[in-house]
Every structure is written in structure tokens, then in C-alpha cells.
């Protein structure tokens, strides 16, 4: 059973960048059973889909984010992150990671406000 | 990219009702669908993947079906604990989506 945890700053300015990193346990990020996503929920909306990172590292982002968004894969550390340029009011969500579909983290709200 | 519409976006039904959620794709994902049930404040609990396969641990009172672009959730007689909102996902291409939502209200 995976256990998914996010990591990140909380409050993070406008213009700059988010920065969130998933720890994972209770498995090998280096089966092919998994694929590690990001989703985030701003307040009383919907779930959207941020991006996904293979085994291989090859990376698949939301094209309304993907000029922003930038992921990568530690499986030695058994984690991925995810970095999210020139943030706006807008970014700010509760921000989830995954191993898609199966386990989710708790989530880590983050505000972007100077 | 495969755009996910959700139907209805508010349902209000009784304790013991039968109800049924429809999730269409914009073209055919086979079978590559999940549901998931969310509470306020949670992360979203998976219900059912691969469109009609039950997640361990979740009630057999929900069940899943479709393939292609149309599926549904049904939950066969509701309890007091399913009062939540449910979302489905694709997973079919590399680039997911979520429909937006059904919240099931008590009536």
C-alpha cells in the first residue's frame, strides 16, 4: 500500500516559482505498476490534472500549464516534484500528488499572495 | 485533448435511492476510467478503474459501467456516508482529465 506526502512551502509570492516535492513509501517508485501525477483543487472547484511522470521520466503536463510546469522523478530518494513558474492568484489550490489512480497524498493548500 | 462532461452537476436524492452518474468522453478512452468519491477537505478516494473494477475495500453497492465515451456510477441504495461529490478520470491518452463533478446532496 503506497503512502503519498507533499511537501511545500505554503505561501508562495506572485511571479515566483512553487516549488512541492511527493515522498513516497511503502513501494518501489521503480515498478511499472505506477505513475506518479499532480492534480491540484483551488477552493470550492474541481480537480485538474497538472501533469504525470513516467518510470522513464518522460513527463506529460496539462497543456493550459505546460509552459509552466516542470517535473522530475528521484527514485533513489523515492520521490518526484513538480515546479510551477510565475505563479499567479489563480495557482492557488490545494495541491495533490499521486500514483495515479490508485493512492493520493492528503494534499498541501497553497496560496500565492504577496 | 480529451475533454471529460460530467453529468448531472447536482443530484439530490434519499437514503436507499438507487442513482446513477454519467461521464461522457469527447472520443473513445476504451476503458481507461475512474471514479472517485471526495469529502470537504479530503483527497479523493478511488471507487472504481479500468471503468467496472471495484477498488479493494469499497462497498459493492457501487458499481461501475461503459466503455468507449459513455459510462456510469451507480450506487444501489445510498447510505449516509455517500452524501459526497464524485468525479471520473481518464487515463487513456498521456494527458488525464477529470470531469467536473457531481455533488449528491441529500434530498
Known amino acids: 500500500q503506497l503512502q503519498l506526502q507533499e511537501s511545500g512551502p505554503g505561501l508562495v509570492k506572485p511571479s515566483e516559482t512553487l516549488s512541492l516535492t511527493c515522498n513516497v513509501s511503502?513501494?518501489?517508485?521503480?515498478?511499472?505498476?505506477?505513475?506518479w501525477g499532480w492534480i491540484r483543487q483551488p477552493p470550492g472547484k474541481g480537480l485538474e490534472w497538472i501533469g504525470s511522470?513516467?518510470?522513464?521520466?518522460?513527463?506529460f503536463h496539462n497543456p493550459s500549464l505546460t509552459s509552466r510546469v516542470t517535473m522530475s522523478l528521484d527514485t533513489s530518494n523515492n520521490q518526484f516534484s513538480l515546479k510551477l513558474t510565475s505563479v499567479t492568484a489563480a495557482d492557488t489550490a490545494v495541491y495533490f500528488c499521486a500514483s495515479l489512480p490508485h493512492f493520493w497524498g492528503q494534499g498541501t493548500l497553497i496560496t500565492v499572495s504577496s | 485533448d480529451i475533454q471529460m462532461t460530467q453529468s448531472p452537476s447536482t443530484l439530490s436524492a434519499s437514503v436507499g435511492d438507487r442513482v446513477t452518474i454519467t461521464c461522457r468522453a469527447s472520443?473513445?478512452?476504451?476503458?481507461?476510467l475512474a471514479w472517485y468519491q471526495q469529502k470537504p477537505g479530503k483527497a479523493p478516494n478511488l471507487l472504481i478503474y479500468k471503468a467496472s473494477t471495484l477498488e479493494s475495500g469499497v462497498p459493492s453497492r457501487f458499481s461501475g459501467s461503459g466503455t468507449g465515451t459513455e459510462f456510469t456510477l451507480t450506487i444501489s441504495s445510498l447510505q449516509p456516508d455517500d452524501f459526497a461529490t464524485y468525479y471520473c478520470q481518464q487515463y487513456n491518452s498521456y494527458s488525464d482529465t477529470f470531469g467536473q463533478g457531481t455533488k449528491l446532496e441529500i434530498k
Open positions: 511522470i513516467y518510470r522513464s521520466g518522460t513527463t
Open positions: 472520443q473513445s478512452i476504451s476503458r481507461w
Open positions: 511503502g513501494g518501489s517508485m521503480s515498478s511499472n505498476s505506477y505513475y
